[in-house]
C-alpha cells in the first residue's frame, strides 16, 4: 500500500511538472440550445480569432467536428446522457460508436477526450449502474482501434455528489455512490485519465444563505477578518472555486486514491437573470470570468495540490436562449448568437482586450448610493443633454436592464460630449474614469473605436496558452528539450522506489 500511495504521488507530481511545463489553459463549453446558432465554420473562426485552444462538445456534431480540421484545437466530444444506456450495455455499441464519432475524424479532427454523459449520478441516476461499464467498453474500443494513448474517457460530475464541500479536508463523495465511484477511480486510475468536475461558485453563493461573501465566489480580495481558513489544515482559501476543486480531491483521497488530477470540464457566471436572480449580472458575469482566467493561467493548483494546475473550460461559448428554467439558464454565454462579446474579456491585468489607452471611458463606481445613481441618471439624461435612447427598452444598452448599467452609458455619453468644455465624471462622487472599454455586445459606448459599427467581434482574447507565462516565449516546440529531460528524470525517480 506504500509502494501505491508513493507511485500515485509521483504521478501526481509528474502531472504537474509537465503541465507546468506545457502551460495551463482555459477552454470552452459550446452548446448548441440557441436559436440561431452560427454556422460551424464560423463558431471555428470565433475560436481561432480568440486563441481557444481547447472546447468540449456535448455531441458529436459532425458539421463541427469537420469544422475543427485541422485546427489543432483539442476537442473533447461528449456522449449525451441519452445514449450512455445504449452504451453501458453493449460492448458493440460503444465500438460502433468510436468508429464513427472519434476515429472517423482523427488525426485531422484533434480529439482528445471523451465525456460520458453530463452529470450522470445527479440527472439519470438509472444509469449509474452501467456508467462505469460504457466508459470500459469505450476505452476497450480506443484500444482495439489503438487510440487510447491519444483519446482518455472520463465522465463530468456536478459538485452535488459531495454533500459538505466545507472545509474541504473532510470533503467526500454521497456514501450512495460508493460502489460507482469506487468503480469510476478504479477506472480513471487504470488508464491515465482525469476527474471531470463541474464546478459553479455562483451556486455555491446564491444557494449558500449568506454563509460566504460574494467577493470570495468571485475571486475578489478579502479582508484579513474575513479570510476562509480550513480548520482542520488552516489552509486559506482566497476562491470558491479553488475550495471546491479541493474538496473534490479530498473525497478521491477519501477513497484512498491518488495520482487523478481534476479537469474542471464546467465553470461561469451568467450575466442576466430574473428578478428573484440578483446577483446574475454582466459585470458579475465579468468579473468572474477575468479573474478565472488569470487564476487558472498562474499554473498552480489548490491549496492541497499545489503544483497540479487546474486546467478549465468555462460554460459557455453562446447564451442558449432554447434552454428551459430561469432568466439566468439562458444567459451563461461569453457571446450573443450574432457572434459580438457579451462584455469584454481581459486575458491578464496588463492584457486588456478592449482596452484603448487614447480613450478613456465614464462608467459608474462599485458600490454607488442607488439614490445618487438615479439623481446622476436622471440629470444626464435630461439636464446634461445625454442621449440616452439606446439604454431604452428595446435598444441595444437596454438589457441588463439595471440602474447601474444605463447610469454607465449616461455617464459616459455626457462625458464624452462635454469634458472637452470642462465637463466632469463625478456624478457626486458615483462615477470614476477607466481605460477599459465598457462596451459589450451590440451597445457601444461612446468613444469605443467600435462604435460607429454594428456587430463584428471584439478583439482577440487568448483563453488558451499562447505563450509561456514565465518567460514569454512560444509554449509548444521549445518546451521539447525540457521534456526529455522531465521524462528522464521520472524514469530515474522510478527506478529508486
Not at 472519434?102 to 460520458?116: D, E, G, H, K, R
Not at 462505469?132 to 487510447?148: F, G
Not at 479553488?242 to 450575466?271: K, L, Q
Not at 442576466?272 to 482566467?293: C, F, K, R, V
Request: glycine share 8%.
Amino acid at each position: 500500500m506504500l509502494l501505491e500511495k508513493c507511485l500515485g504521488s509521483l504521478l501526481l507530481l509528474v502531472v504537474g511538472i509537465f503541465t507546468h511545463a506545457l502551460g495551463a489553459f482555459v477552454g470552452i463549453n459550446i452548446g448548441t440550445d440557441v436559436s440561431n446558432l452560427p454556422p460551424a465554420s464560423d463558431i471555428v473562426a470565433i475560436l481561432k480569432a480568440h486563441q481557444i485552444t481547447h472546447v468540449r462538445l456535448y455531441d458529436t456534431d459532425s458539421h463541427m467536428l469537420k469544422a475543427l480540421s485541422d485546427s489543432g484545437i483539442e476537442v473533447i466530444v461528449g456522449v449525451t446522457n441519452q445514449q450512455v444506456l445504449g452504451i453501458g450495455e453493449s460492448a458493440s455499441a460503444a465500438a460502433a460508436w468510436i468508429n464513427k464519432n472519434v476515429a472517423a475524424y482523427l488525426p485531422s479532427t484533434n480529439i482528445t477526450s471523451i465525456a460520458v454523459g453530463s452529470e450522470v449520478l445527479t440527472s439519470i441516476p438509472n444509469a449509474a449502474p452501467v456508467l462505469v461499464s460504457a466508459m470500459n467498453y469505450l476505452h476497450k474500443a480506443l484500444v482495439a482501434a489503438n487510440l487510447n494513448f491519444q483519446v482518455k474517457v472520463s465522465t463530468p460530475q456536478s459538485m452535488d455528489i459531495i454533500p459538505r464541500p466545507f472545509p474541504p479536508s473532510t470533503a467526500t463523495f454521497n456514501s450512495s455512490w460508493n460502489s460507482t465511484i469506487y468503480q469510476l477511480l478504479q477506472f480513471l486510475k487504470n488508464t491515465n485519465s482525469y476527474y471531470m468536475l463541474n464546478a459553479y461558485p455562483y451556486y455555491g453563493y446564491t444557494k449558500g444563505d449568506g454563509i460566504f461573501p460574494i467577493d470570495y465566489a468571485l475571486f475578489r480580495p478579502l479582508p484579513s477578518v474575513k479570510q476562509i481558513v480550513d480548520p482542520n489544515t488552516l489552509f486559506h482559501y482566497s476562491s470558491m472555486f479553488d475550495a471546491m476543486v479541493d474538496a473534490a480531491y479530498y473525497s478521491i483521497d477519501a477513497f484512498n486514491f491518488s495520482g487523478i488530477p481534476i479537469v474542471v470540464t464546467e465553470t461561469g457566471w451568467p450575466w442576466l437573470g430574473g428578478a428573484s436572480e440578483p446577483d446574475a449580472t454582466a459585470e458579475n458575469a465579468e468579473t468572474y470570468i477575468d479573474n478565472l482566467i488569470q487564476r487558472v493561467l498562474n499554473n498552480s493548483g489548490p491549496p492541497s495540490q499545489p503544483s497540479i494546475p487546474i486546467n478549465t473550460y468555462i460554460y459557455e461559448l453562446f447564451n442558449e436562449d432554447k434552454r428551459p428554467g430561469p432568466v439566468s439558464e439562458k444567459n451563461w454565454g461569453v457571446f450573443f448568437a450574432n457572434e459580438t462579446a457579451v462584455y469584454p474579456l481581459s486575458f491578464s491585468t496588463s492584457d486588456q482586450i478592449t482596452e484603448n489607452s487614447s480613450v478613456v471611458f465614464c462608467v459608474v463606481k462599485s458600490g454607488a448610493d442607488s439614490d445618487a445613481l438615479r439623481d446622476g441618471l436622471n440629470w444626464a439624461c435630461g439636464p446634461g443633454q445625454a442621449n440616452c435612447s439606446a439604454i431604452q427598452s428595446g435598444q441595444p444598452c437596454y438589457n441588463p436592464d439595471t440602474l447601474e448599467n444605463h447610469a454607465s452609458f449616461a455617464y459616459n455619453d455626457y462625458y464624452q460630449k462635454k469634458r472637452s468644455v470642462g465637463g466632469t465624471c463625478d456624478f457626486s462622487g458615483t462615477a470614476m474614469t477607466t481605460t477599459k472599454d465598457p462596451s459589450y455586445g451590440s451597445c457601444k459606448f461612446s468613444g469605443s473605436s467600435n462604435s460607429g459599427t454594428s456587430g463584428g467581434l471584439t478583439p482577440a482574447v487568448a483563453l488558451g496558452p499562447a505563450t509561456n507565462p514565465i518567460d514569454g516565449s512560444s509554449s509548444s516546440i521549445p518546451q521539447v528539450p525540457k521534456l526529455q529531460h522531465l521524462i528522464s528524470a521520472t524514469f530515474f525517480a522510478l527506478l529508486l522506489l
